[in-house]
């Protein structure tokens, strides 16, 4: 599942923190589009999957894949975010939810260890049927559904009441939420913290602009 690095990430803090944070806000673009829509482009969509698969990735640069374009969706949210520009405000609520449900599930020891008991079975599933196979992503639903979702602080999720109860929707959010939570812990294992955001924002623009 590992993928050899095409594209070298800057290696300083801010540009590692931006990628995540980019993880992070393709997850939240995604999941609003799945709900709007029931649709999204692959390429987003099986970065995402096989980012929250790969639990020990052999660099920083493959998780997403190897190329920052496989996170163009979210680095174009993020642009938006630091450059003080309008940005959907649905997408902004799923993606700073998910950091902070991410800090909720750091503080349980024994939901990380669910959590990580579950990605070690689904990781097997995935060798067999396919990252993106929806016996998978039903799987990766199930494991968002068991552990984050029994969390108090939950991410309501808006759009077609029709779209949303069609089959596989459920789990298809579900497994896109989890791959945000992915990608907050990258972000958080890079040195990022909610609280130095609004002080970090021209960091992650320099950080942005050299990403392209």
């Known amino acids: 599942m590992n993928t050899t690095p095409i594209h070298r990430a800057p290696d300083t803090p801010a540009a590692r923190q931006a990628l995540a944070l980019a ?3 393709q997850a939240a673009s995604l999941v609003d589009e799945l709900a709007r829509t029931g649709q999204v482009e692959p390429r987003p969509w099986e970065t995402l999957i096989r980012a929250t698969l790969d639990t020990d990735p052999e660099s920083f640069e493959a998780i997403y894949g190897g190329h920052p374009n496989n996170l ?3 680095l174009e949210v993020l642009e938006a975010v630091v450059g003080r520009r309008q940005a959907n405000p649905v997408v902004l609520r799923y993606g700073f ?4 449900l991410m800090s909720k599930l750091r503080s349980d020891n024994a ?3 669910t959590l990580g008991q579950h990605l070690s079975r689904i990781q097997g599933q995935a060798e067999h049927f396919g990252a993106t196979h929806e016996n998978v992503i039903a799987s990766l639903g199930e494991a968002y559904q068991e552990t984050l979702s029994t969390l108090k602080t939950r991410i309501v999720v808006q759009g077609d009441p029709s ?3 069609s089959r596989m929707m459920p789990e298809r959010v579900r ?3 989890l791959a945000g939570i992915r990608f907050a812990l990258l972000w958080h294992q890079q040195g990022g913290r909610r609280w ?3 002080l970090q924002r ?3 623009k320099n950080a942005l602009d050299q990403l392209g």
Do not use: E, H, N, P
């Not at 939810?97 to 902070?100: A, F, P, Q, V, Y």
């Open 111 to 113: 939901m990380m260890s």
């Open 196 to 198: 130095r955001l609004v």
């Open 23 to 25: 993880g992070v806000f």
């Open 97 to 100: 939810s998910l950091l902070l």
């Open 202 to 204: 021209g960091a992650l």
């Open 163 to 165: 779209m949303l109860q």
């Open 72 to 74: 163009r969706r979210g």
């Open 175 to 177: 497994a896109i939420l």
